[in-house]
């Protein structure tokens, strides 16, 4: 069994792990300064798709975190990343907002509504019937389908929205056809982002709150992972699952060496 001790190069979601409800978890400052002193190789992950790194790198300095965008991983840059693998220069009809569509440009791809090669569904807040009409249509006549994460609910202060994973369903529903998810809990977002900053999976660590995502994709992709009990996991609920993390811990805090 590999121990903390092991790793060198750290992968961390950010909600619920890093901040909750715009605010700095407890030790969440003083960790990331700590990676940075020791130029620890390290990425903030997350599935939210609708903002760019430079969007979240900002929300995360008001909430009393300062990352710079590079560190910042999303499951847009995971998406755009994987295309350009499959069909570099390719086109895409995209449904989503500034995160996924810079993030496709910024691969080489262009977008159209004329024969592209993906349709690709990320968050938005705009979701259109005339746009889910044509992503239908352009998939059945023969382009490929690709989601940016399998969220079908996100968090708003009025409760929930339908995210990603609900407007993927329409289309699977009226299409017969499954999309190819890139973020979590696919360990392919996790091995894009080790890609990314050159790490390895025998010395990564992931540090997530969600068993069902970013554990089992961190165990599926070989990492040293960490639960921390500050977001929506609770203590019961990890015995329901076949597979456990390498530490359970009760928030990142517990990660900061003690400065002496």
Not at 129 to 134: N, P, Q, S, Y
Request: proline fraction near 6%.
């Amino acid at each position: 069994m590999r121990e903390r001790g092991d790793v060198v190069s750290w992968l961390t979601d950010m909600d619920g792990v890093l901040v909750h409800e715009n605010k700095a978890l407890p030790g969440a400052p003083e960790l990331l300064k700590q990676w940075q002193a020791d130029g620890t190789e390290y990425l903030i992950l997350t599935n939210n798709s609708i903002f760019t790194p430079r969007d979240l790198a900002a929300r995360l300095r008001i909430s009393g975190i300062d990352v710079p965008e590079e560190r910042i991983w999303t499951s847009a840059l995971a998406t755009a990343d994987f295309c350009a693998s499959q069909i570099p220069g390719g086109s895409a009809f995209v449904i989503g907002e500034a995160g996924i569509t810079t993030a496709l440009h910024e691969a080489g791809f262009i977008m159209t509504e004329t024969s592209p090669d993906f349709v690709v569904v990320g968050e938005t807040r705009n979701y259109s019937f005339e746009a889910i009409t044509k992503a239908i249509r352009l998939i059945a006549g023969g382009a490929r389908f690709i989601a940016t994460n399998p969220d079908a609910t996100g968090p708003s202060p009025e409760g929930p929205l339908p995210a990603t994973g609900a407007i993927a369903a329409l289309i699977t529903k009226a299409t017969g056809r499954e999309p190819y998810i890139v973020g979590k809990p696919n360990p392919m977002m996790f091995r894009s982002a080790m890609n990314k900053i050159g790490a390895h999976s025998e010395t990564t660590g992931m540090i997530g709150d969600r068993m069902d995502t970013d554990i089992v994709a961190g165990i599926e992709a070989g990492l040293f992972t960490v639960l921390v009990m500050s977001g929506i996991t609770v203590d019961d609920e990890i015995s329901k699952y076949p597979f456990r993390p390498d530490e359970v811990l009760s928030g990142v805090a517990e990660l900061v060496r003690e400065q002496g």
